[in-house]
C-alpha cells in the first residue's frame, strides 16, 4: 500500500527534517511510528496526505507517486486517507453529526448516503447517543471519537493519526486506541505517530523508530524503547 524509497525532506534553507527513508507497509498493517519531538514524525505524516512534496526521493501510496500527483488529484487521494488529529479540529458550535456529515459533503456525498453512514460510523465509535450534542458540550475523549468518525465517513483504506491520544487521560486513551485496532481488524491500514511509550508497549505492533530525521530501527510487535 504504501513505498517509500530514498525519501528525503527539507523545509526551506533549513536542515534536512528527513533521511533517506526507506520503508513499505502492506495493506491491513497497524503501525506505530515513534521517536522524540524534531525526529520527523509530523513531517512523516503530511507527506502521505501530500501537504507538500519530497525534497527528494518516491512516495507511493495506493500505487500512485505522490510526487508527480497534480494538484487537482490531490483530494481524491485524500478521500481514501482518514486523519486523526492531536487537537480534535472539530467544527465548534455544530452537532456530532453535523462535523461527520461535513467529511462526506466536501466530497459530494449524495444527502442519503449521508444520513445512512453518519449513524453508523457514530455507533462504531460509541457515541450513537450522541448524534445531536453539540462537540463543545463533549469531553475530551468523546470529541477525539468523533473525530474518529470523521475519519471513516468515507470508508478510507488508510487511517493515519498525529498524536491522538496527546490530550486524552489513560483511560480515554487506552479505549481509543482499542478503537483503532477493532477498525485495523476490520482490514484498514493504521498508522499512528505517540510518544506514548505504554500504549506501544501494550499492542505489540510494527514499531519505526525515528530519530533525527533518520529511520533506525523497524521491529514487528515492537516495543517504544530499544537498544540501537
Known sequence: MI??????HQYGNDQMVLRDINLTIDRGEFVFIVGASGAGK???LKLFLREFKPSQGTIKIFGRDLARLKNGEVPYLRRNIGMVFQDFRLIEGRTVYDNVAFAMMVIGTPQREIRKRVPQV???VGLEDKVRAKVCDLSGGEQQRV?????LANRPALIVADEPTGNL?????LDLMNLL???NLRGTTVL???HNREIVDLFKKRV????????IGDEQKGFYARDH
Open 169 to 173: 487521560d489513560p483511560g480515554t486513551t
Open 42 to 44: 509530523s513531517t512523516f
Open 147 to 151: 473525530g474518529l468518525a470523521r475519519a
Open 208 to 215: 519505526i523508530y525515528l530519530e533525527d530525521g533518520r529511520l
Open 3 to 8: 513505498e517509500i524509497y530514498h525519501l528525503y
Open 181 to 183: 485496532r477493532s477498525i
Open 192 to 194: 499512528v505517530a505517540t
Open 122 to 124: 457514530l455507533t462504531l
